[in-house]
């Protein structure tokens, strides 16, 4: 069965520290993985996505991420958080149609 | 810029009303989705269409019809609305291209059914 797996629902960190968020999925074959982040009372907007090509993907706000095939993961990383990184992260897999993970809630402390 | 509106950001209804939740988007996308989000749960995707009077059930269509008489609209219907049918409904749209496969999301309605 198809699956998507954010191992950890909460996260809390220090401004200026580095964040990494888990993502590790189970499909048939590498389907197109995203990154996507709710603030508070928003919708989600696109942090990154992989299609193909190189593993290490940039996106906006500073994040990235990195595709490993060999562990079906799909990791969001920030070196340096900002308190507007506060913010629940969804990572989703298909094609077509998405299936998301159950998001881990990111807290930044002063 | 993609842009994806929804009718209403907030929205309370008794048990028992007919819902309905309006998605409008600008781009001429061919794909629409709607989709409920529920805490622990992430994103679950309700129904989805491929173009104008198509659907398709999604993973938790019980309860919920669809309706896509034009291209830029996707409304979502709540037949009967029940309390545990309380909820984030986030609309999304995207191009039919298959290399084009990133979703965009409106702001979210949030329903109370009391």
């Not at chain 2, 509106?5 to 939740?21: A, D």
Request: proline residues 4%; glycine residues 8%; aromatic residues 14%.
């Amino acid at each position: 069965a198809q699956s998507v797996t954010q191992p950890d629902i909460h996260i809390t960190v220090s401004e200026g520290a580095s964040l990494e968020l888990r993502c590790n999925y189970s499909y048939g074959a590498t389907p197109y993985l995203f990154w996507y982040v709710q603030s508070p009372g928003q919708g989600l907007q696109l942090l990154l996505k992989y299609f193909s090509g190189d593993t290490l993907v940039q996106g906006i706000k500073g994040f990235e991420a990195e595709f490993k095939r060999s562990q079906s993961s799909f990791n969001l990383r920030k070196p340096s958080v900002h308190w507007s990184d506060a913010a629940e992260y969804f990572c989703a897999v298909g094609w077509g149609k998405l299936q998301f993970g159950a998001g881990t809630q990111v807290v930044v402390t002063p | 810029d993609v842009k994806v509106t929804q009718s209403s950001r907030y929205l309370v209804k008794r048990t028992g009303e007919k819902v309905f939740l309006e998605c409008v988007q600008d781009m001429d996308h061919e794909n629409m989705f709607w989709y409920r989000q529920d805490p622990g749960l992430g994103l679950r995707l309700i129904y989805f269409s491929y173009d104008v009077k198509m659907k398709e059930k999604g993973d938790i269509p019980e309860g919920y019809s669809v309706s896509r008489e034009k291209k830029e609209r996707f409304s979502l219907i709540l037949e009967s609305a029940s309390t545990n049918q309380t909820s984030m409904y986030l609309c999304a749209s995207k191009p039919l291209d298959k290399y084009q496969e990133t979703q965009y999301f409106g702001p979210g309605t949030r329903l109370l059914v009391l």
